[in-house]
T-cell receptor, first 118, second 111 residues
Framework: GAVVSQHPSRVICKSGTSVKIECRSLDFQATTMFWYRQFPKQSLMLMATSNEGSKATYEQGVEKDKFLINHASLTLSTLTVTSAHPEDSSFYIC??????????????FGSGTQLSVL | RKEVEQDPGPFNVPEGATVAFNCTYSNSASQSFFWYRQDCRKEPKLLMSVYSSGNEDGRFTAQLNRASQYISLLIRDSKLSDSATYLCVVNSGGSQGNLIFGKGTKLSVKP
């Protein structure tokens, strides 16, 4: 299947710093990528939909100025957590959508980034 | 009603047992359904798509009941390696076709 590379896998940072997470589709072009956040024992929560060449679409309650998304090419989307605080500590995962026909889209996930803000 | 609701679990079963997971979804316009598997602190991995006619892949059988908006996953002859969290995933039916994840049901298979 398609491969999505996410980097870094783990980040520990001080409160107030910014953290950039990269998500790359290695063997295909992804016009649409998704960013999720997962707190312990909770489900994946969609944060935003990243569309190549246009602004990201954020889910309700997600601050677009805090979680900056850039999807400048068909193989790379980045999420920057600006001025991170301890409550931003979470597991962040990206995914790329592959359409395989009508109503048959599949998601391929990056390996996730565990962010710990001290 | 939550968009995608699953059995809370956890399910603790012995090796060789048969275990069934249930899932209900609220959006009747949903068109695509999947089961994903997620190991602790790892990314979800697609286990199988779920089709109206039901489908089987080895020890795994998935079924869909559109009238009841209900999806199931059956695992036969469970192995230790089946221990994971199983996520029910449904297409939201919106124009973006975003997939909505259930909270997942944790399965622990014991020797």
């Amino acid at each position: 299947g398609a491969v999505v590379s996410q980097h870094p896998s783990r980040v520990i940072c001080k409160s107030g710093t910014s953290v950039k997470i990269e998500c790359r589709s290695l063997d295909f072009q992804a016009t649409t990528m998704f960013w999720y956040r997962q707190f312990p024992k909770q489900s994946l929560m969609l944060m935003a939909t990243s569309n190549e060449g246009s602004k990201a679409t954020y889910e309700q309650g997600v601050e677009k100025d805090k979680f900056l998304i850039n999807h400048a090419s068909l193989t790379l989307s980045t999420l920057t957590v600006t001025s991170a605080h301890p409550e931003d500590s979470s597991f962040y995962i990206c995914s790329a959508r592959v359409d395989e026909g009508a109503h048959n889209e599949k998601l391929f996930f990056g390996s996730g980034t565990q962010l710990s803000v001290l | 009603r939550k968009e995608v609701e699953q059995d809370p679990g956890p399910f603790n079963v012995p090796e060789g047992a048969t275990v069934a997971f249930n899932c209900t979804y609220s959006n009747s316009a949903s068109q695509s359904f999947f089961w994903y598997r997620q190991d602790c602190r790892k990314e979800p991995k697609l286990l199988m798509s779920v089709y109206s006619s039901g489908n089987e892949d080895g020890r795994f059988t998935a079924q869909l009941n559109r009238a009841s908006q209900y999806i199931s996953l059956l695992i036969r002859d469970s192995k230790l390696s089946d221990s994971a969290t199983y996520l029910c995933v449904v297409n939201s039916g919106g124009s973006q076709g975003n997939l909505i994840f259930g909270k997942g049901t944790k399965l622990s298979v014991k020797p």
